[in-house]
């Protein structure tokens, strides 16, 4: 199983990119998956995740900007960014669990139990 990201960018400060996860198998079984980010020099950190019930959650840093969101039919998950910050500049990964995660594991967004990730997209945000 592959997950190939796409649509990350340069933008200035609020404008919107919307990157994309192409999955290699069917998203019926995808488990928890997620989108999550990492600058240079921090740690790796969850942004968004979406659990087999369609529940979304999200980083409070991005409540009210990002929507993440999966397409049954085209095997993709999708991040959508509006009022982009410089904050927000980082690579992004997506990732699948393909399995159930321990109880609170794709609410809080945790990094543990992903059996696949990207190769991730950079996403830059100017002043």
């Known amino acids: 199983v592959r997950l190939v990201e796409s649509g990350g960018g340069s933008v200035q400060t609020g404008g919107s990119l919307r990157p994309s ?5 069917s998203l019926s079984d995808s488990g928890c998956m997620g989108w999550f980010r990492q600058a240079p020099g921090q740690e790796r950190e969850g942004v968004a995740t979406i659990d087999r019930d369609g529940s979304a959650y999200y980083a409070d840093s991005v409540k009210g900007r990002f929507t993440i969101s999966q397409d049954n039919a085209k095997n993709t998950l999708d991040l959508q960014m509006n009022s982009l910050k410089p904050e927000d500049t980082a690579m992004y990964y997506c990732a699948a669990s393909f399995a159930f995660l321990p109880r609170g594991y794709c609410q809080n967004r945790k990094l543990e139990g992903y059996a696949r990730w990207g190769q991730g ?3 830059t945000v100017s002043s």
Do not use: D, E, F, W
């Open 121 to 123: 997209t950079q996403v």
């Open 21 to 25: 996860c192409t999955i290699s198998t």
